[in-house]
């Protein structure tokens, strides 16, 4: 069995920053990516970002430039850097930790809110 915990989120102005850590604990084998979804209210999960186990990264348009996805593959941590951050940032963010090669097992953490005020 695989957890997944998410931490760092909170109440930030317009214009802050924050960052968000997710750790996943347990029995993990062959990881694959991890990656920050998000989840306003009345929407639909989103992608944020992602980075594989060898590093490449990938984002969502709405936030290149200002995020920034990094990872501890010895801790099996992601850390999100969140720049900038704007009202419409406001979820819940939540992590995805991806194993397996052939066959993708996906473990999801209870997630972390963000609130971004204006």
């Known amino acids: 069995q695989v957890q997944v915990v998410e931490s760092g989120g909170g109440l930030v102005q317009a214009g802050g920053s924050l960052r968000l850590s997710c750790a996943a604990s347990g029995n993990i084998f062959n990881l694959n990516r991890m990656a920050w979804y998000r989840q306003a209210t009345g929407k639909q999960r989103e992608l944020v970002a992602s980075?594989?186990?060898?590093?490449?990264?990938n984002y969502a348009d709405s936030v290149k430039g200002r995020f920034t996805i990094s990872g501890d593959n010895a801790k099996n941590t992601v850390y999100l850097h969140m720049n900038s951050l704007k009202p419409e940032d406001t979820a819940v963010y939540l992590c995805d930790v991806v194993t397996g090669r052939s066959a993708m097992y996906h473990y999801w953490g209870p997630g972390t809110q963000v609130t971004v005020s204006s």
């Open positions: 980075i594989t186990s060898d590093g490449r990264t």
